[in-house]
């Protein structure tokens, strides 16, 4: 299984700023994915991240809001922009590893203030 | 794009007792059927999955069943235990294309001592 390592894992942003989540993988692995989960809901899939393009983000999710990075095969960026209340949530790095199983971060719980 | 329909939303089981939950999809082309299992604080932790090519599957106490025909599947819990009280969530996907995964609404399961 892979390792997936997040960064925070916990933060307070005042609101109109912008953090960035990092998520480190111990092994190369070709898809990364980022989702959101808001306070006792399911998990949305906000874009996936493959090494060398641009991210393909999902409906309702913008590149302005959300702008990806994914430098290499062990490595991504998630920053949420010009933060609101609204933006208060877990989001969670995830890889395809090991064929078909797809493995989570401890993910990083943001609140906006 | 893919529709997923999970029930219950809550279960409440006595200890020793079974529990179901259903996942009910749309996109005729998924192929990778996993539950996760996610406690209160924690990432999502892949508990079971099943390929279209498989009708069953059991993993001691845990079992998934699979009807591809009414594109449903299914979570089985025997001899519940109160470590089993979690949220549930279904995750249906497509190997090829998108790979991303899908999550139900979730199944809070709770078991009563």
């Known amino acids: 299984s892979a390792v997936i390592s997040q960064k925070p894992s916990r933060d307070i942003c005042q609101r109109g700023t912008s953090l960035t989540i990092q998520c480190q993988v111990d092994?190369?692995?070709?898809?990364m994915f980022w989702y959101r989960q808001q306070p006792g809901q399911s998990l949305t899939l906000i874009a996936t991240?493959?090494?060398?393009?641009?991210?393909?983000?999902e409906s309702g999710f913008v590149i302005d809001k959300f702008p990806i990075s994914r430098p290499n095969l062990t490595f991504s960026t998630l920053t949420v922009s010009n933060m609101s209340p609204e933006d208060s949530s877990i989001y969670l790095c995830?890889?395809?590893?090991?064929?078909?199983?797809?493995?989570f971060g401890e993910g990083s719980w943001l609140t906006v203030v | 794009g893919e529709n997923v329909e999970q029930h219950p939303s809550t279960l409440s089981v006595q200890e020793g007792d079974s529990a179901v939950i259903k996942c009910t999809y749309s996109?005729?082309?998924?192929?990778?059927f996993p539950w996760y299992k996610q406690e209160l604080g924690k990432r999502p932790q892949l508990i079971i999955d099943?390929?279209?090519?498989?009708g069953e599957k059991k993993d001691q106490r845990i079992a998934v069943t699979l009807n591809k025909t009414a594109k449903h599947f299914s979570l089985h819990i025997t001899e519940t235990q109160p470590e089993d009280s979690a949220v549930y969530f279904c995750?249906?996907?497509?190997?090829?294309?998108?790979?991303?995964?899908?999550f139900g609404s979730g199944t809070r399961l709770q078991v009563q001592p």
């Open positions: 995830s890889v395809e590893s090991d064929g078909n199983t797809i493995y």
């Open positions: 092994s190369q692995v070709t898809m």
């Open positions: 991240a493959n090494q060398g393009s641009e991210a393909t983000y």
């Open positions: 996109d005729s082309a998924s192929n990778y």
């Open positions: 099943i390929r279209s090519n498989v």
């Open positions: 995750a249906p996907r497509e190997d090829t294309g998108r790979r991303a995964l899908t």
